[in-house]
């Protein structure tokens, strides 16, 4: 089995969970290399639905190692309340390892993204609140406080009240807030220290001997190419990186060891929160997309933002990520529109048109999409197995997808449960390329 890198292709919400949980059944452990719990990822098993935030999708096959790894930033108490919920639910949690240096986010996070958000007034990033940027920033800052430090009693106490003796200063003289309590945060996180001190390792040596062994490693990414970091359209991006690039950075593992990188996109293209959406389609068929494909949050229940598939971004997806395939999904919700259209550039206020995506694509405003219009499919496809058996117009929308983003679409997904699933290219599944 290949080591395979899983990435959003466009603002996150693609489905990656379903692909992670496919693969796994090949591979011998799956990571989670970025992001916090503002992520969510679903995978449906029968009649159960399984909701992720943290814990790799990977965690159903218990044959299966999954790790966080050191490229996240996890809150305490919510992957304590995760790993409980899936115990509970009889999910066994005896393959789970966490990187000791993963950094946590603590409540003077959470307090402080409150704050700032409030504070952009009407330039509001759409953050979630979870404080995962803060926490991002503290790790850049060189003062975050990584699981290591705090399932070790002592040194978690020494760290916390001097940061926290910082972060106070800031909450009571810029924002008049009253200061956290340092002893109170001690009390209530030293309880998730011992729950999750079994799990916590040195992890980067587990996924290298894993990796380079041939027995396969899926890295499984949160968010999308569009919110990266450096590379999305900051500032409305998150604070990590989602991109493929990304899965060597929060791993430790280097280039030479990925075989692919499968990129996961939706027939249609979502967002949530505020930036640029070229081809948003703010109506009654923009609405449609939405009831239909159920686009709403997995973490925190937010109605997305829906339009027609932007092939714009997708060219620049897979020239980041340097991707081998496409997984294509949600092809489904577009059954029953007399056409579907595909953005194919821009038109910009000048009259010039762009084929590729200008790197300022946040602050345009002048922006028109430029579409290619299909004819439709009336018929359902949610139950259909076989791609002969797809609508003829269905088929040509698949084509063409490929056609303008160069890279082949190896699965379709005609809806969330895992049988729903057409796979067009084994091989590429097989070995990444």
């Known amino acids: 089995m290949a080591n395979i890198i899983v990435v959003g292709a466009q603002w996150g919400d693609e489905a990656k969970g379903k692909i992670v949980?496919?693969?796994?059944?090949?591979?011998?452990?799956?990571?989670?290399?970025?992001?916090g719990n503002n992520a969510g990822h679903s995978v449906i098993v029968g009649e159960e639905e399984f909701k992720f935030h943290l814990v790799p999708a990977g965690i159903l096959h218990p044959d299966l190692l999954c790790v966080i790894a050191d490229g996240v930033v996890a809150d305490p108490g919510i992957l304590v309340k995760e790993l409980k919920a899936l115990s509970d639910r009889g999910v066994t949690l005896s393959n789970l390892k966490i990187s000791a240096a993963c950094h946590i986010i603590l409540p003077y996070h959470r307090l402080q993204d409150e704050l700032e958000e409030e504070s952009r007034g009407d330039e509001k990033i759409g953050t979630t609140g979870r404080g995962i940027g803060p926490a991002y920033a503290d790790k850049s800052a060189r003062h975050g406080i990584r699981m290591g430090e705090f399932i070790d009693d002592e040194r978690f106490a020494a760290r916390l009240k001097s940061v926290l003796a910082s972060k106070n200063a800031v909450f009571t003289k810029v924002y008049g807030r009253e200061p956290l309590d340092a002893d109170a945060i001690l009390s209530e996180y030293r309880e998730y220290a011992k729950f999750l001190a079994p799990f916590v390792t040195d992890t980067a040596a587990l996924i290298y001997e894993a990796a380079a062994s041939g027995k396969g490693v899926i890295f499984e990414g949160a968010q999308g190419t569009l919110l990266d970091i450096d590379l999305g359209t900051y500032p409305y991006v998150t604070s990590s990186h989602p991109i493929a690039g990304g899965a060597l950075l929060g791993t430790g593992i280097g280039p030479t060891l990925i075989d692919g990188v499968i990129g996961v996109a939706k027939s249609y293209t979502t967002r949530v929160g505020a930036g640029a959406f070229p081809t948003e389609l703010n109506d009654e068929t923009g609405a449609a997309i939405r009831?239909?494909?159920?686009?709403?949050?997995?973490?925190?229940?937010?109605?997305?933002?829906?339009?027609?598939?932007?092939?714009?971004i997708l060219k620049y997806a897979c020239r980041v990520n340097g991707l081998?395939?496409?997984?294509?999904?949600?092809?489904?919700?577009?059954?029953?529109?007399?056409?579907?259209?595909?953005?194919?550039?821009?038109?910009?206020?000048?009259?010039?048109?762009?084929?590729?995506?200008?790197?300022?694509?946040?602050?345009?405003?002048?922006?028109?999409?430029?579409?290619?219009?299909?004819?439709?499919?009336?018929?359902?496809?949610?139950?259909?197995?076989?791609?002969?058996?797809l609508p003829h117009n269905a088929q040509?929308?698949?084509?063409r997808v490929q056609e303008l983003i160069g890279v082949p679409v190896v699965t379709l997904s005609l809806g969330p449960a895992r049988h729903q699933?057409?796979?067009l290219n084994e091989r590429v599944l097989q070995t990444g390329k």
């Open 21 to 35: 949980d496919y693969l796994a059944q090949r591979g011998s452990m799956v990571v989670r290399y970025s992001g």
């Open 291 to 312: 009831e239909k494909g159920h686009e709403y949050g997995t973490t925190t229940g937010r109605a997305r933002r829906c339009g027609w598939l932007d092939a714009v």
């Open 324 to 389: 081998s395939a496409l997984a294509l999904g949600h092809l489904d919700v577009l059954s029953g529109f007399k056409e579907v259209k595909i953005c194919v550039g821009y038109q910009s206020g000048d009259g010039t048109r762009l084929s590729d995506m200008p790197s300022n694509l946040a602050s345009r405003t002048d922006l028109t999409p430029i579409y290619e219009t299909l004819p439709g499919w009336t018929e359902e496809i949610d139950q259909i197995s076989q791609w002969e058996e």
């Open 396 to 399: 040509a929308f698949v084509h």
């Open 421 to 423: 699933t057409i796979i």
